[in-house]
């Protein structure tokens, strides 16, 4: 079964550019997550989906970042303008609800992001 | 006060030696306590799970959780090169559709042949 999929795997941008970042998640997951990991804050939870529903935002840390969930097997992470302390690295994950489940959530393997 | 506080480290250590990682945390809503390990430009990838206090053991990996002290560790017996990674603990509350993790920042170790 194809894993967690992100793109771009690597963006490099000016400061004030859009950038959008892309996730596929594991067919059947219901729940998707988007984390950033720096060095600094380790990894920390942006926003979270529950059946294509943003359920939990807090995590985003500005009106420049936003995200979509507009089918299940497809959501977008947005930052505009992007600004040089956005740089890190953005992983999606995602789950299934069901019973029994430890909770595991299965990552892809990232989007580096350097805004210049 | 971070929700979950862990030693970034680094760690280095030489073959076959035991390693202990540890984290602590505050909230005590948390049940479901995991530690993820992650390779250099990967994403990270579950390692061990625990469901409130007690121990586990997984091969040569066994995590301990003491929720009486908010204090949970993994340690690893004969370690090996391949064992090289950033390891995270993560934890979160239970409930039937609480799959929100709080994750540590990591400790990287690094295992000499």
């Known amino acids: 079964d194809a894993g967690v999929i992100q793109s771009p795997r690597h963006e490099v941008t000016e400061m004030g550019q859009e950038v959008t970042l892309r996730c596929k998640p594991i067919s059947g997951h219901d729940y998707l997550f988007w984390y950033r990991q720096t060095m600094m804050r380790g990894l920390e939870l942006l926003i979270y989906f529950n059946n294509n529903v943003p359920i939990d935002d807090s995590g985003m840390p500005e009106d420049r970042f936003s995200a979509k969930m507009p089918n299940a097997s497809f959501s977008t992470l947005k930052i505009q303008p992007s600004e040089p302390r956005d740089s890190a690295v953005y992983f999606c994950a995602s789950t299934r609800a069901r019973a029994g489940n430890t909770g595991e959530l299965f990552f892809g393997e990232g989007s580096r992001l350097t805004v210049l | 006060q971070k929700e979950v506080e862990q030693d970034p480290g680094p760690l280095s250590v030489p073959e076959g030696a035991i390693v202990s990682l540890n984290c602590t945390y505050s909230n005590s809503a948390f049940q479901y306590f995991m530690w993820y390990r992650q390779y250099s430009r990967k994403g990270p990838e579950l390692l061990m799970y625990t469901y409130s206090s007690g121990n586990k053991e997984d091969g040569r990996f066994t995590a301990q959780v003491d929720k009486s002290s908010k204090y949970i560790s993994l340690f690893i017996r004969d370690s090996q090169p391949s064992d090289s990674a950033t390891y995270l603990c993560?934890?979160?509350?239970?409930?039937?559709?609480?799959?929100?993790?709080?994750f540590g920042k990591g400790t990287l170790l690094t295992v000499n042949p």
């Open positions: 993560a934890m979160r509350g239970g409930g039937g559709s609480n799959y929100k993790l709080t």
